[in-house]
T-cell receptor, first 114, second 119 residues
Framework: GNSVTQMEGPVTLSEEAFLTINCTYT??????LFWYVQYPGEGLQLLLK?????DKGSNKGFEATYRKETTSFHLEKGSVQVSDSAVYFC?????????????FGTGTRLTIIP | GAVVSQHPSRVICKSGTSVKIECRSL??????MFWYRQFPKQSLMLMAT?????????EQGVEKDKFLINHASLTLSTLTVTSAHPEDSSFYIC???????????????FGPGTRLTVL
C-alpha cells in the first residue's frame, strides 16, 4: 500500500532559522507528492507539489525536491518567519484525475518564536 | 481562493445520539467531496468519497451504516455519525474537489474541520 512518514513534531525554531521537515514515502506506482499547510483555524492549503522525479516544488520561500532514489520529499526553507507557524502535512497520490485520493503523513507542528 | 466551510466547528454530544456535519463549497461546484478523520498525532485517514447524486464510496473498514453521507447538491455534502459512541470522538475534515480545474493536486480544497466529542 501507500504510506507517508514525516518527522514528528513539534518543531520550534527561532525566526530566520533554517527549516527542514523530513518526509519519505512508499507507493505502489508512480506518485505525485505534495506539501499541505494548515494555519490555526483554517483548512489545509496546498503549499507546493512535484509530479515527477527531480522536480522541485516551491512556494512562499519553501522548497521540496522529489527524490525517487531515496523516496523522499523533504520540505526546506532558508529563513522562517513567525507567520510560518502552522501544521505541515506531506502527502501523495497515484490517482488519476477525477478521484484523487490523498495519503497523508501525520503532520508536523511548527512554531516559530520571535 | 476557493473556500470550503464546515459546520459545526465543534460539537459535544451524549452517547447514542446522532450528529450531522455539513461541508459546503462556497464559491465553486464540487461533484466530488472527501471525508477524512484525524486522530491525535495521526495522519488524516480517508473515510469516504462523496459523489453528488450517487452513493458514497467508503474506504475499507469504514462502516457505511455508521457514517452516513449525503451529497445532495453541487455545494453541500453531509456526514451523519449515527448512534455516536466515545470511540467516534475525533476530528473530521472534508475536502471538495473543484470540478472546473484540471491540474493534478490543485483541485482539492479543505474545510477547517469539526471536532466531535462524544461523552
Amino acid at each position: 500500500g501507500n504510506s507517508v512518514t514525516q518527522m514528528e513534531g513539534p518543531v520550534t525554531l527561532s525566526e530566520e532559522a533554517f527549516l527542514t521537515i523530513n518526509c519519505t514515502y512508499t507507493a505502489t506506482g508512480y506518485p505525485s507528492l505534495f506539501w499541505y499547510v494548515q494555519y490555526p483555524g483554517e483548512g489545509l492549503q496546498l503549499l507546493l507539489k512535484a509530479t515527477k522525479a527531480d522536480d522541485k516544488g516551491s512556494n512562499k520561500g519553501f522548497e521540496a525536491t522529489y527524490r525517487k532514489e531515496t523516496t523522499s520529499f523533504h520540505l526546506e526553507k532558508g529563513s522562517v518567519q513567525v507567520s510560518d507557524s502552522a501544521v505541515y502535512f506531506c502527502a501523495l497520490t497515484i490517482s488519476n484525475f477525477g478521484n484523487e485520493k490523498l495519503t497523508f503523513g501525520t503532520g508536523t507542528r511548527l512554531t516559530i518564536i520571535p | 481562493g476557493a473556500v470550503v466551510s464546515q459546520h459545526p466547528s465543534r460539537v459535544i454530544c451524549k452517547s447514542g445520539t446522532s450528529v450531522k456535519i455539513e461541508c459546503r463549497s462556497l464559491d465553486f461546484q464540487a461533484t466530488t467531496m472527501f471525508w477524512y478523520r484525524q486522530f491525535p498525532k495521526q495522519s488524516l485517514m480517508l473515510m469516504a468519497t462523496s459523489n453528488e447524486g450517487s452513493k458514497a464510496t467508503y474506504e475499507q473498514g469504514v462502516e457505511k451504516d455508521k457514517f452516513l453521507i449525503n451529497h445532495a447538491s453541487l455545494t453541500l455534502s453531509t456526514l451523519t455519525v449515527t448512534s455516536a459512541h466515545p470511540e467516534d470522538s475525533s476530528f473530521y475534515i472534508c475536502s471538495a474537489r473543484d470540478q472546473s480545474k484540471r491540474v493534478l493536486g490543485d483541485t482539492q480544497y479543505f474545510g477547517p474541520g469539526t471536532r466531535l466529542t462524544v461523552l
